[in-house]
């Protein structure tokens, strides 16, 4: 009898043990929840996302006409890059090449770069000229103007608009949750594990801003600055190599003159090198005067 009731003791204890446990999981998977929820309430994401990991992305998913329609209410002008692609005949090239800098610069555009090549049959010179969109069509007639002959003349056109606005909307988007994010981490984080979630997502989120950022400020300069991409060339027309040189009156003359200081020269320097045997000679062309005397 003894025995039977330690066994039940025992049996008693193990369950009591058991339900204290599950008990106390179920009281922390409870507060994880809370805390989860406080998050999806305060950044406005869907009941679907798994705390402070899930981001944005799924934010999309879950409301892509939701977005659409912030889109569709931003009024945007239209956003077009325009480039060209020019090549012509001049008379001259240097002449031409000024004269197409000073029609740039006088509708505030510059020089990108330049890269010049001169052969015996042909001068040429590429360079990019950077120009406002509103002036791009009268600085390339301008440019095309002052040719002899158009060898040829592109221009594309490309509509970025449907991507900046696309682009800014995501942009507000992320900047309005990731307030929410400092929000949560100022006021609602009350464990480490809160605080390392909420520091995760707000870097990420951090990232993709300055990404989205970058391409507005890219497609930005693209739009508002045209591209001129322009060929000026002259031919040369080759001539013909003598098959000897001769010397004209002027340079037999300097030539002589060069001879002639050269005999000078090689002569005073001579005297310098044979000085003991001129006091020799003196002094017996002396000594012989004297005895004749």
Do not use: H
């Not at 809370?34 to 009941?47: A, H, R």
């Not at 609602?188 to 990232?207: F, I, N, P, R």
């Not at 031919?235 to 004209?248: A, C, D, R, V």
């Not at 002589?256 to 003991?276: C, D, M, N, Q, R």
């Amino acid at each position: 009898m003894k025995t039977k009731k330690v066994k039940i003791s025992r049996i008693i204890a193990v369950t009591g043990v058991v339900l204290l446990s599950y008990s106390c999981s179920k009281m922390e998977n409870k507060y994880r929840m809370e805390t989860e929820n406080i998050m999806v309430e305060e950044t406005g994401e869907t009941s679907g996302l798994s705390g402070v990991k899930q981001g944005i992305e799924e934010k999309s998913e879950a409301e892509p006409n939701a977005r659409q329609t912030e889109k569709d209410n931003v009024d945007f002008e239209l956003k077009i890059i325009k480039e060209a692609n020019c090549r012509i005949k001049v008379v001259n090239v240097e002449e031409a090449t000024l004269l197409a800098k000073k029609i740039a610069t006088k509708y505030k555009g510059y020089i990108s770069d330049q890269r010049f090549t001169n052969t015996n049959y042909s001068k040429e010179n590429r360079f990019t000229i950077k120009i406002p969109q509103n002036d791009f069509d009268t600085v390339l007639d301008s440019i095309c103007g002052i040719a002899e002959f158009v060898e040829f003349k592109n221009i594309s056109t490309i509509d970025v608009t449907e991507e900046y606005i696309d682009i800014t909307s995501r942009l507000k988007t992320k900047f309005e949750v990731k307030q929410r994010y400092e929000t949560i981490l100022k006021n609602k984080a009350k464990t480490v594990e809160d605080v390392l979630m909420a520091e995760e997502k707000l870097s990420k989120l951090q990232e993709e801003i300055e990404s989205a950022q970058g391409r507005l400020n890219y497609l930005g300069n693209k739009v508002v600055y045209s591209t001129i991409q322009l060929d000026i060339y002259e031919t040369i027309i080759p001539k013909e190599q003598p098959e000897g040189y001769i010397l004209g009156f002027f340079d037999k003359a300097k030539k002589g003159l060069s001879f002639g200081w050269a005999v000078i020269e090689t002569l005073t320097l001579s005297l310098f090198y044979i000085w003991p045997l001129l006091i020799i000679g003196i002094l017996v062309f002396a000594y012989f005067k004297w005895s004749r005397k």
